[in-house]
């Protein structure tokens, strides 16, 4: 089955730095790669997603990356602010109505 | 429109004890999902349903957890006899056929002591 592997596991940035976060993914067949984020003590909420027939989506700070053959994609939050700060999820699902792998999570701190 | 609704919010209960889930995706969402989530880890799939029929329960704990959707809205997610181990968050998400990922209710934290 589909394992994901995310790193780092903690992360602390200056606000307006960038920060990256990466994931590796093991089954080729996975085509559909969202983020989440988690506040404490809420639900994770979708952020971005991107499917393998692309390799770049963009919404304002937010921008995810696709290498399919290195089998590996990342996060990317520009200008970051201390309201970025939370436990992002990474996650991988086959084609089709399956379920998402997830990551174990990276904690973003953003230092005002 | 609404989201995922769960109850309770919060549970407590001691080992061997019995607790249940309850969980109303939203409307039009033919596929649900159960996930756990321990403290520091990602989300885990336990079961996942296609209207009211079964997808995927390769994960759930079948001796101990059960879990059913019998009119293909609600569901329930129910652990007999609970176990240390299982205290976690249990979030359940819903989404429309066909596309993956889907919508997260708050969950319930159950703490077992």
């Known amino acids: 089955g589909e394992n994901v592997e995310q790193h780092p596991s903690t992360l602390s940035v200056q606000e307006g730095d960038s920060a990256v976060i990466k994931c590796t993914y093991s089954?080729?067949?996975?085509?559909?790669f969202p983020w989440y984020k988690q506040e404490l003590g809420k639900r994770p909420q979708l952020i971005i997603d991107i499917r393998s027939n692309v390799g770049e989506k963009k919404d304002q700070r937010i921008a995810v990356t696709l290498n399919k053959t290195a089998k590996h994609f990342s996060l990317h939050i520009t200008e970051t602010q201390p309201e970025d700060s939370a436990v992002y999820f990474c996650?991988?699902?086959?084609?089709?109505?399956?379920?998402?792998?997830f990551g174990k999570g990276t904690r973003l701190s953003v230092i005002a | 429109e609404a989201g995922v609704a769960q109850s309770p919010r919060y549970k407590i209960i001691e080992k061997r004890q019995s607790v249940a889930f309850w969980c109303n995706p939203i409307s039009g969402h033919a596929t649900l999902y159960w996930y756990q989530q321990i403290l520091g880890q990602g989300p885990k799939l336990l079961i996942q349903?296609?209207?009211?029929?079964?997808?995927?329960d390769s994960q759930l704990p079948k001796d101990r957890f059960s879990a059913e959707r019998l009119k293909g809205v609600d569901s329930t997610l129910k652990i007999q006899p609970a176990k240390l181990e299982d205290s976690a968050v249990y979030l359940c998400a819903s989404s429309r056929e066909g596309l993956t990922g889907g919508t997260f209710g708050s969950g319930t934290r159950l703490t077992v002591v």
């Open positions: 349903f296609q209207n009211n029929g079964v997808v995927d």
């Open positions: 089954d080729s067949a996975s085509n559909y």
């Open positions: 996650a991988a699902s086959p084609a089709g109505n399956t379920p998402l792998v």
